[in-house]
């Protein structure tokens, strides 16, 4: 019988094997090459980790981290001037700071915009008033001045660069007045309640218009829940503006077809006052006829707020010299919700 | 934070044997040393490493029976310059040299051809000296289940190697 171990042999191959000399390693090019592996696996895997649930704490510290940085490099952009700010204005803060002015004056004249919707008349923009003495041909524009909510003179300007008529209107003692430059005439309106009375007549609207300047209607009618188009940040003068787009359309009815009427605005506000530089205006109808006759285009600009203006510029009694004309000279626009069909005339 | 050149530099050389010991070639024991480091890599960003030098051993065994039985599977038949030699300290005559580079061959089927948790406690307990206990935790089995795969796995080998197995004095007399 022999006293031979299977096993026992086993073990003892297994141990000369383990005691078998191997190859000098590793050499110093496989450690730096696996080195370099692994180092380029952290690299990865620190880009991915934000993937990886099992760390959630890391990407939890490392947000963090990283929100402070991010935080720090856009404080210092903005501290530079490298960050536009137009990114963070929406236009109720527009109409916001409109309402903090106590006086704005602007022009608004009639343009045709360029497919970049720049204006095309430079004549409307070289167009002054006359007290400077110029008088050089240009476009017909007017100047508005703004005072309180209520009170608006809008002074129209010739192309002879003369101011030719002079709107007041008091909207708290619904007063209108015009006055025709040249002809020394004055007509005056007395609007009350839904209704206003022009010489013999009295003109009955559908709906009464908010008594405040245009300016302020206009700005006043868009909603907080309005969408409004926010437009690339571009130079208007020296001014970094922003543009917000709104618009409004109107079903007309013509005979048995209804065309649709579209009113737009562009309001390009300064970046960094939040108050408008310009806003262009434009009416277009899909009616044939319409199109035909272009599109009706506008703009207001040179906006001054809060300029020292004499309330006597707003007074709604007679001039010296004046005559009082009974109708006509009338400066009302109906709303363009109303767009002239609620108007009625009742003869007394 | 790992500092990675250092943990390499460190327990490198344990890679380095392990894998060369079993795959005889240093081709295959480079891939087999990078893949050990980088599976470390990969286990290290979900748990701490308590005992590193366990951890190389066991991925550098394991990496390389998995090429032993790939190069098995592909027929592939990898013999090491230095097979050829003697092991250290040890003289022998040319006959023998053969024969146990003839052992050792099998010896390394015979680990390919083992379930892959016997090969790994064979290796672990009699290439790389690890206790029972020390394999029971690499392997996260019990220790009596270790004593059950390395009882598996030589009686696998003595059939293996039956061949090489000495003979015995009775034998002997009886021939």
Known sequence: ?348 | MTDWPQIIATYGGIAWKTARRLLNNDTDAADCFQETFVAAFELSRTQTIQNWPGLVTRLATRRALDRLRKRKSEGLVSVGLDEATAPAGRSMPPPSVAEENELFHHLREGLAELPADQAEACCLRFLESLSYEQIAIELDVTVNHVGVLLHRAKSSLKNRLAAFAPVSDESEVNQ
């Open chain 1, 1 to 348: 019988m022999t006293d031979f171990d299977e096993s026992d042999f086993v073990e003892e191959a297994l141990e000369r094997f383990r005691e078998r000399s191997v190859t000098e390693g590793p050499s110093e090019q496989l450690l730096s090459l696996t080195a370099e592996r692994i180092g380029a696996l952290s690299i990865q895997q620190s880009e991915s980790v934000f993937h990886s649930r099992r760390n959630f704490m890391f990407r939890v510290k490392w947000f963090g981290v990283a929100t402070v940085v991010g935080a720090s490099i856009l404080m210092a952009a903005a501290w530079i001037g490298r960050i536009d700010p137009s990114v963070s204005i929406a236009f109720a803060d527009v109409q916001k700071q409109v309402q903090k002015f106590r006086s704005i004056q602007y022009k608004e004249a009639p343009v045709v915009f360029d497919a970049e919707g720049n204006p095309q008349n430079p004549r409307a923009a070289k167009a002054e008033d006359s007290s400077k003495g110029e008088k050089a041909k240009g476009t017909p524009l007017s100047r508005h001045l703004v005072m309180g909510r209520e009170l608006e003179r809008v002074e129209t300007v010739d192309s002879d660069c003369q101011v030719s008529h002079i709107h007041i209107s008091d909207f708290k003692n619904h007063k209108l007045v015009s006055l025709d430059v040249k002809a020394k005439t004055i007509t005056i309106t007395d609007i009350s309640n839904n209704k206003i009375s022009v010489g013999e007549g009295t003109f009955v609207f559908g709906k009464i218009e908010p008594a405040s300047a245009e300016l302020y209607k206009e700005l006043n009618e868009i909603a907080s829940s309005t969408t409004m188009t926010k437009l690339p940040a571009r130079k208007i003068g020296d001014k970094q503006v922003v543009g917000f787009v709104f618009e409004k359309k109107f079903e007309q009815k013509v005979e048995q077809e209804t065309f649709t009427e579209t009113l737009k605005r562009i309001y390009w506000v300064d970046t960094s006052t939040k108050l408008p530089v310009r806003i262009d205006c434009s009416v277009t109808n899909n009616h044939p006829a319409a199109v035909a006759q272009k599109l009706v285009e506008w703009m207001k600009y040179d906006f001054v707020f809060d300029a020292e203006l004499d309330p006597k510029l707003f007074s709604t009694e007679t001039p010296e010299g004046y005559t009082v004309e009974k109708g006509g000279g009338l400066l009302l626009r109906p709303s363009a919700g109303d767009n002239g069909a609620g108007l009625s005339i009742e003869v007394k």
